[in-house]
């Protein structure tokens, strides 16, 4: 059997075993999800591919100790979301970049899709605004479209806990985009629905 054709627990067992090629097909699969995990957690491309980096790293050295209680991307998951936890805490004290502001030299694009990135940016500062430990378990939840049990394993918390983290991060984001609702726009501005997950609508896995 070819490693493109292993699935991901006979990847990891043959890495364990010594195969020089297995880990790489692991990385090869996963890491464009990797990705979008941990930039949307650290909001900061350059910290994100660090910090994929260090998660792959640590992964390739704890190969060993799987023992498929999870699914491999479960696991490689909980890895990166550790490694972006710790530059958080790193980086505690790091002020906000502003974003630059529209100026009169940039190409003309379509109305409706200037409001939907306008929208989508201003979405992506509130989320920022959250403290980490609710921010994680909403990108994983409402945005990367996981289970709130799913998160529990990733985290390595308990699922009442990704439930209560989840319901306080939706209420600061709601207050934070409180102002993006008017009458003739509340049908088309993400989470207006009552029971809604705010972020589910606002990116795509």
């Known amino acids: 059997m070819t490693a493109a ?3 991901d627990a006979d990847l990891i067992a043959a890495h364990a075993a010594g195969d020089p090629h297995a880990f ?3 990385v090869r ?7 979008a995990v941990a930039v949307r957690t650290l909001r900061d491309p350059d910290e994100a591919a660090d910090a994929l980096q260090e998660a792959f790293i640590s992964a390739f050295r704890a190969a060993g100790s799987f023992r498929a209680e999870s699914q491999v991307t479960t696991w490689l998951h909980r890895i990166v979301v550790n490694a972006c936890l710790d530059r958080i805490r790193r980086r505690q004290a790091r002020p906000t970049v502003p974003l630059p502001e529209e100026g009169g030299h940039e190409p003309s694009v379509p109305r409706d ?3 939907e ?7 992506q500062d509130a989320l920022h605004e959250l403290p980490a430990e609710q921010r994680v378990p ?9 289970s709130v049990a799913e998160t529990a394993k990733m985290l390595g918390i308990a699922e009442g806990t990704v439930k209560s983290r989840c319901a306080r991060g939706r209420t600061k984001l709601a207050k934070l985009l409180g ?13 207006s629905a ?10 795509g896995r």
């Open 138 to 146: 909403i990108v994983m939840v409402d945005v990367e479209g996981y």
């Open 5 to 7: 054709a292993s699935s």
């Open 117 to 123: 990135l306008q929208t989508r940016m201003v979405v």
């Open 24 to 26: 790489g097909e692991l």
């Open 29 to 35: 699969r996963h890491r464009d999800r990797m990705w």
């Open 194 to 203: 009552p029971g809604s997950h705010p972020q589910r609508h606002w990116e």
């Open 113 to 115: 899709a200037v409001s």
């Open 179 to 191: 102002h993006l609702r008017n009458p003739s726009a509340d049908a088309n501005v993400p989470g």
